[in-house]
């Protein structure tokens, strides 16, 4: 019979992700970035059919790829910022590879690096001035 207080134990657990390279517990640094594909390729890749893979690909322009983001972790050994690809294998089991770059054009909510080529130098320069003018701040 357990105790009543491990029994009554609400608290959520901290997620076991764990480093790669050192094997010590990782801490997030980041906000999660879901991750999406528009090929049947990477849907068979993840276990589906082809014909349930090419049928979701034809009724949606994007489809989600469920249980796998990137998200940044801080390891103590190290003493560095990583980013990894997070895939859930089971309730509480987690399967992180460092990220490569082609990864991060599946990302969702991810904003790209060099900005985007139809906006101009002085709009792009602009925009982020536009915090430091509107509070005072120069």
Not at 11 to 30: E, N, Q, W
Not at 43 to 58: E, H, K, Q
Not at 90 to 108: C, F, V
């Amino acid at each position: 019979m357990q105790k009543r207080c491990v029994r009554n134990r609400k608290r959520s657990k901290r997620r076991a992700i764990y480093c790669p390279y050192h094997g010590c517990y990782l801490d997030s640094v980041s906000k999660k970035y879901s991750l999406y594909t528009e090929s049947a390729g990477q849907l068979r890749s993840r276990g589906i059919n082809r014909l349930a893979a090419l049928l979701l690909v034809a009724t949606r322009t994007a489809v989600p790829l469920v249980g796998e983001w990137l998200e940044a972790f801080w390891c103590p050994e190290c003493e560095e910022t990583r980013w990894y690809h997070v895939h859930k294998v089971g309730d509480r089991e987690y399967k992180i590879t460092p990220a490569p770059p082609e990864l991060w054009k599946q990302a969702s909510g991810v904003t790209d690096p060099h900005g985007n080529p139809s906006v101009g130098e002085f709009t792009r320069r602009e925009s982020r001035n536009k915090g430091k003018k509107q509070f005072g701040r120069n």
